[in-house]
């Protein structure tokens, strides 16, 4: 019956800013795509959780503070779900529709300070939040090919190619804009530097502008972002201040 309901709206559907796939749509795609994921170490390294319960445990505490601030999006209808990559060499992390979130140790090991990967994990939130992955991915694949890979009926090959394109979105700058907007005003909520996010272009800045990271690299540039960033988080009058309390040296000794 919900596939019926789908069908009215498809004629209508030309413009990106329709979103054809119901929420149960969303965490139903984004679990055939974390189990692909999970099923190919090959291409995706991702460490057990017996094998680092307490770098797991930092991940889902961070993850819990910014849920906690009651501003995210069908908080109450994903899953998400954290999950590390062990590759030190590669700055990325990625979230697929319905919030299953993968975070790399490359990444995690670059970041200074605790409150700069909460706005990381606020702005990956975000997408899934404002359901960007399921629009970029109905433009890539076509919305026939996701309905089947959601309800288990996609063949292997489609649904590695899927969960490849998954780990390499490229958003729009709008919808960028909209997940940096979204991790301020998340982080405000919480102990953390409601400009959380820019501390990771202040690092690229600092290091002579560097190469922008794949998940990031339709981003414009870093110097922008961080103004934004710090703009909006002024705007809504919130702390910029780190969190005091948090200790990133010990999350990042938690890695395997």
């Known amino acids: 019956m919900k596939r019926a309901l789908l069908l009215p709206i498809l004629a209508g559907a030309c413009n990106g800013d329709v979103n054809l796939f119901t929420i149960q749509d969303d965490v139903d795609l984004g679990m055939q795509v974390r189990d692909e994921i999970l099923a190919t170490p090959e291409e995706y390294n991702v460490v057990p959780e017996e094998a680092a319960p307490a770098a797991y445990g930092h991940l889902r505490r961070i993850r819990d503070a910014v849920l906690g601030s009651g501003k995210v999006e069908h908080a109450d209808d994903f899953e998400w779900e954290v999950y590390l990559i062990d590759d030190d060499e590669t700055l990325n992390a990625f979230c697929t529709p319905g919030g299953y979130m993968f975070f790399y140790s490359g990444l995690m090991r670059y970041l200074d300070e605790e409150d700069h990967f909460a706005g990381v994990m606020g702005h990956e939130m975000a997408h899934a939040a404002s359901r960007h992955s399921t629009e970029q991915l109905t433009q890539a694949y076509g919305v026939q090919t996701l309905i089947e890979l959601a ?105 395997p």
């Open 151 to 255: 309800l288990g009926e996609g063949d292997a090959a489609t649904i590695a190619t899927v969960a490849a394109g998954v780990a390499t979105l490229e958003f729009s700058r709008t919808d960028e804009a909209e997940s940096d907007a979204k991790s301020v005003e998340y982080l405000c909520e919480t102990d953390y530097s409601a400009a959380g996010a820019s501390g990771f272009f202040e690092k690229l800045l600092a290091e002579g502008g560097g190469q922008i990271p794949e998940f990031l690299s339709s981003h414009p540039s870093n110097a922008s972002r961080v103004e934004d960033i710090t703009a909006h988080a002024e705007e809504l009058g919130c702390s910029i201040e780190l969190d005091p309390n948090a200790d990133w040296a010990a999350v990042q000794a938690s890695l």
